[in-house]
């Protein structure tokens, strides 16, 4: 049994599989804490304690679950606030001692890779994964097992929460404006204009979909595969920025942990819609850590260009 461990700016991911008798990955449990390691991130960001003692206690948590559920490999990977934060290697030594699980730190251009593996999987016609996470925001585009671009932008829901205040219609404007800014300095635009199929991943565009479904309890079955039409995104932008925070926290499908992060979660889904008129998007709840159940012998450098 494998042991998954997903260090995200907000939140932390337990994933447990094994290997049914086809060699393919069986998930077995998947768990989430939201701890928001990202709290107050800045680009030139720092771990705050809080958030960083919040974390420990889940990772210390997930790891003793994998560990009683009979895991014989456990893997940890730190993400986005990770990289960028002045103090993620030492966060992610402080893991270690802690736990004695080694804490890997991906590239922005291998979480995009792992994330189209785990959702796309071997897809037979060019596919798109956009990955909106606390962060950061991962596209990789791909054809099969053939994976090509790849591409990281500092773009977030925790992140542009703090960088913009999306409680005002201004605050979304310049937070839309930097999506554009940020995409226009790409060739993504030239790269992506034959893809034929787009998939989201990352709790933003699978809380949307929950909403969207007016779920009273998380459904992965009915969330996978979902599709989202970009008119639900606008629509559920303007109604979202109208809610209150309070409001938010009742509003059926969503957790209350993303209350105060969801408005800028579904504007940079806006945005990159938009950008990329995108008509629609298919949800995917495989993501990231199901991508990374193989990464002990699949890479970017491996199995697609840098």
Known sequence: MRAIIDIGTNSIRLLLAEKDETGEWKVLRKDLRSTRLGEGMTDKACIGQGGRERSLTAINEFTAAAKLAGADEIFAYGTSIMRDASNGEEFADEVTAATGVPVRILTGTEEAYYSYIGAAGTPGVLTSVVDIGGGSTEFCMGFGSDVGM?????????????????????????????????????????????????????????????????????????????????????????????????????????????????????AILDSLMEYFALSEIIVSDRDLSEGLLDADVLSPQVAGKK
């Open 150 to 266: 790849r591409h990281s932008f500092r773009l977030g829901c925790v992140r542009c929460s703090k960088q913009f205040d999306t409680t005002t219609a201004r605050g979304r404007g310049e937070l839309k404006k930097h999506c554009f800014e940020l995409f226009r300095k790409t060739d993504l635009m030239e790269s992506m204009q034959n893809v034929k199929r787009w998939i989201g991943v990352g709790g933003t565009i699978t809380s949307l979909a929950s909403v969207l479904q007016g779920l009273e309890v998380y459904d992965s079955s009915k969330v996978q595969d979902y599709v989202i039409h970009q008119e639900d995104v606008s629509a559920m932008l303007k109604k979202l920025s109208s809610m209150s925070y309070d409001e938010k926290c009742h509003l059926k499908g969503l957790l209350p942990s993303r209350a105060d992060i969801i408005v800028a979660g579904v």
